[in-house]
């Protein structure tokens, strides 16, 4: 079973920046998609960003091309998303998700963490 957790959420200001960190634990899987979500208050949550096993190809929501990164260290095994720039748009509940296999969008991950909140000020 794999286990994720997030760290790193917090509160700033617009056009600030975070890093938020996902380690993940208990299962080694050779090839699994990961990637990052969110949800804000009275929203379904939505796909943000996603990166796949190579560790170099990665895909954004439109709403964050240009201004989130996604990477991920295999040593460590944790995953980040660095978000610059931040809108209050931004504020919401982030989660780390993964899934078995090649990446197809936001669709079907299997395994999530907890959530860390990010919440973006004027």
């Known amino acids: 079973q794999l286990r994720l957790v997030e760290s790193g959420g917090g509160s700033v200001q617009a056009g600030g920046s975070l890093r938020l960190s996902c380690a993940a634990s208990g299962s080694t899987l050779s090839s699994i998609c990961m990637g990052w979500f969110r949800q804000a208050p009275g929203r379904e949550s939505a796909g943000v960003a996603g990166?796949?096993?190579?560790?170099?190809?990665?895909y954004f929501a439109d709403s964050v091309k240009g201004r989130f990164t996604i990477s991920r260290d295999k040593v460590k095994n944790t995953l980040y998303l660095q978000m610059n720039s931040l809108k209050l748009e931004d504020t919401a509940m982030y989660f780390c998700?993964?899934?078995?296999?090649?990446?197809?969008?936001?669709?079907?991950?299997?395994?999530w963490g907890q959530g860390t909140q990010v919440t973006v000020s004027s």
């Open positions: 998700a993964a899934k078995p296999g090649a990446c197809r969008g936001f669709s079907d991950f299997d395994y």
């Open positions: 990166v796949f096993t190579d560790g170099i190809t990665t």
